[in-house]
C-alpha cells in the first residue's frame, strides 16, 4: 500500500510538474511569440530608416524580413541578425564620419561667405550663429547645411542685384555723358542771335557742368521746343512773304492785262483815226485839184475842218489815255523793282542763315560741319594736284580745370580768345575749325615743312602767352596739338584719326607740347 500510495504521490508530484513544465512552455512560447512581433516590428523600422544608405543593408534587412514571415526557428536568423548588426556599426561609423565632413565643409564655405564684401550685417549674423552652433547629430548638421544654403542664395541675390544695378548706372552714365555733348553741338549749331540766345547759352552751361538724366531729358525737350518754335515762326515769316509776293504779282498781273487790252484799243482807235485824217486829206487833194471856186468849196472845207477838229481833240484824249497808260506801266515797273529787292533780300538773308549754319557760334570761327566740307574739298584738290596738306588738332590743355576754377563764363571767353589767336596765326588760305568743346582743327594747304612747323609753333607759342586774367588772377592757358599729313592711300577719316593720336602722344607728354605723325 505504501508503495502505491508512494507511486501515486510520485505520479501527482510529477503531473503538477508536468502542469508546471506545460504553463511554463505556454509562457515562454508566447513571450517567444511576442519577441518575434517586437522584432519584425524593430526591423520593419530599421528597414524604412536605413532604406538608401546601404544597398547591402537593405538587401539583408528585405531577407530577414521575409523570414521572420516563415514558420522558422528563430535560432537560425541569429546568423543574418549578427551580419546586420555588423552592418549597422559599419554604417553608423560611416555616417559618423560623414558627419564630420559635412561639419568641415559647412565651416569651410561659411568662412568663404563670410569673406564676402558687401554682405548685409544681418547676414553676416546669421552666418556666425550658424558656424558657432555645436550640432548634436547628423539632422542638426542638415539643418544647418540648409541654413546655410539659404544664406548663400540670399547673398547670390543681393550680389548679382547690386551688381545689375552698377552695371546699369555706369552705363546711363556712359550714355548720359554721350548725350549730353550731343545736345551740346546741337546747341552750338543752332541759331544765337535770336530771342532764345540766353535759354540756350543757359542751357549749354548746365549741360556742360554736367546734368542728371531727368534734367538732361528736360533740356532736349526745351531744345525741341525751341526748334519748333522756330521753325514755325520761319514758316510764318516765309509764308507771310510768299503771301504779299504772290499778291503783288496777282495785281501787276491784272494792271498788265488792263493795260495790254488798253493798248490794243488805243492801237485801234489811233489806226481808225490815222484812216479819218488819210480820208480828209484825201478830199482836200481832190478839192485842191477840181475846185476852181474857194467860195463853192468852203463849206465842204468847213465840213472838213470840224472834222479835222474833231480828229484832233480825240488825238488829245488818246494822248491822255497813253499817258495814263504810261504811269500804269512805269507803276508796274516800280513794283517788279521793288518785288525783285524783296526777293534779293530773303535771298540774301537765306544765304546768310546758310552761312551762320557753318559758324560756331561762341569763337565764331567755323564749326565742324564747315570743317567735314572743307578737309572733303581739299582732300579732293590733294589728290589732284598732290600738293603737301597738313591737318593738325589743337587741344586747350586741363580745359576743364578753368571752367571748375574760373566757372564757364570764363571757359567761354577763353575759348573765344584761343579761337581768335589761333586764327590771327594762320595764312589766308589756312582754315580754322572748332572741333569739339576745347579742341580746334586747322587745315594748311600748300605749305613747306618749315613753314608749317613754324606756323605750328607761333600758334603754340602765341596761346602760352596769352594774358588771361580771372578773378584778379593772372592765368596761363596752354594748346597740345597733333598734326600730320596727306599722304597715299589716306582719306578725311583717317587723317582725323591720326591727328587724334598725335594729340594723345603730345598729350602724353605733357602740356604745351607739339606732336606730329607723318
Ligand atoms: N566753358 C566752356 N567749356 C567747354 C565748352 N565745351 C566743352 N567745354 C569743357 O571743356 C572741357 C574739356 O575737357 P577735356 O578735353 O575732357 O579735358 P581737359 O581738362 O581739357 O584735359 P586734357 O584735354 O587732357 O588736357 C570739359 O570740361 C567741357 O565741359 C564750351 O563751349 N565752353
Redesign the pocket.
Known amino acids: 500500500m505504501t508503495d502505491v500510495n508512494a507511486v501515486v504521490s510520485e505520479v501527482s508530484k510529477l503531473k503538477q510538474r508536468l502542469d508546471q513544465a506545460q504553463l511554463s512552455f505556454r509562457d515562454a512560447s508566447l513571450k517567444s511569440r511576442r519577441e518575434i512581433v517586437i522584432l519584425k516590428r524593430l526591423i520593419t523600422r530599421l528597414s524604412v530608416a536605413c532604406r538608401g544608405i546601404d544597398q547591402e543593408l537593405d538587401l539583408k534587412l528585405i531577407e530577414l524580413r521575409h523570414d521572420l514571415e516563415q514558420p522558422k526557428d528563430i535560432s537560425k536568423l541569429i546568423p543574418r541578425l549578427a551580419l546586420i548588426e555588423r552592418l549597422v556599426t559599419r554604417q553608423a561609423a560611416l555616417t559618423e564620419q560623414a558627419s564630420q565632413n559635412l561639419e568641415q565643409h559647412i565651416h569651410l564655405s561659411g568662412d568663404t561667405l563670410n569673406r564676402v564684401r558687401g554682405l548685409p550685417p544681418q547676414l553676416k549674423r546669421d552666418l556666425r550663429n550658424i558656424l558657432s552652433a555645436s550640432p548634436d547629430s547628423l539632422s542638426d548638421n542638415h539643418n544647418r547645411l540648409i541654413r546655410l544654403l539659404e544664406l548663400y542664395e540670399s547673398a547670390v541675390k543681393l550680389l548679382s542685384n547690386s551688381t545689375n544695378q552698377h552695371q546699369s548706372n555706369s552705363i546711363d552714365q556712359d550714355v548720359l555723358i554721350h548725350l549730353s555733348c550731343e545736345l ?1 553741338h546741337l546747341i ?1 549749331d543752332l541759331d544765337f542771335t535770336d530771342d532764345n540766345s540766353a535759354t540756350l547759352l543757359d542751357i ?2 548746365k549741360l ?2 554736367g546734368v542728371t538724366a531727368e534734367r538732361l531729358v528736360e533740356h532736349a525737350l526745351i531744345i525741341l521746343r525751341l526748334v519748333i518754335n522756330g521753325h514755325h515762326q520761319d514758316r510764318r515769316s516765309t509764308q507771310k512773304f510768299v503771301d504779299g509776293v504772290h499778291s503783288d504779282l496777282a495785281a501787276l498781273k491784272k494792271t498788265t492785262h488792263q493795260a495790254v487790252d488798253q493798248s490794243s484799243a488805243l492801237i485801234e482807235q489811233r489806226h481808225t483815226m490815222i484812216s479819218g485824217v488819210s480820208a480828209l486829206s484825201q478830199q482836200m487833194k481832190q478839192g485842191l485839184k477840181e475846185q476852181e471856186n474857194l467860195e463853192t468849196w468852203r463849206p465842204q472845207l468847213e465840213t472838213i475842218s470840224s472834222e479835222l477838229q474833231v480828229l484832233i481833240e480825240r488825238t488829245h484824249a488818246l494822248e491822255k489815255r497813253e499817258r495814263e497808260l504810261l504811269d500804269q506801266l512805269a507803276y508796274n515797273e516800280n513794283k517788279v523793282i521793288t518785288l525783285y529787292e524783296k526777293t534779293a533780300e530773303h535771298h540774301q538773308s537765306l544765304n546768310n542763315q546758310e552761312r551762320k549754319m557753318f559758324l560756331d557760334h ?1 569763337t565764331k570761327v567755323y564749326n565742324r560741319a564747315a570743317f567735314n566740307d572743307r578737309l572733303e574739298h581739299e582732300y579732293r584738290r590733294w589728290l589732284r594736284y598732290q600738293h603737301p596738306l597738313c591737318v593738325a588738332l589743337l ?10 576754377n574760373f566757372g ?5 571767353k ?2 573765344k580768345i584761343i579761337a581768335r589767336t589761333i586764327h590771327q596765326c594762320l595764312d589766308d588760305t589756312d582754315f580754322i575749325a572748332r572741333f ?4 580746334f582743327m586747322v587745315i594748311m594747304p600748300d605749305t613747306t615743312e618749315e613753314e608749317r612747323t613754324k606756323r605750328i609753333n607761333t600758334i603754340r607759342e602765341a596761346v602760352a602767352q596769352l594774358p588771361f586774367h580771372f578773378r584778379d588772377q593772372q592765368v596761363s592757358i596752354t594748346v ?1 596739338i597733333g598734326a600730320t599729313m596727306f599722304d597715299t592711300n589716306d582719306t578725311p577719316p583717317n587723317i582725323i584719326e591720326r591727328t587724334q593720336k598725335a594729340l594723345n602722344t603730345a ?1 602724353s607728354t605733357g ?1 604745351n607740347r607739339l606732336s606730329w605723325i607723318a
Open positions: 551740346q552750338t549749354r552751361n556742360l557742368a561762341l587741344d586747350v590743355d586741363n580745359f576743364k580745370e578753368t571752367n571748375v564757364y563764363v570764363a571757359g567761354d577763353a575759348l569739339d568743346g576745347d579742341k597740345s598729350k602740356s
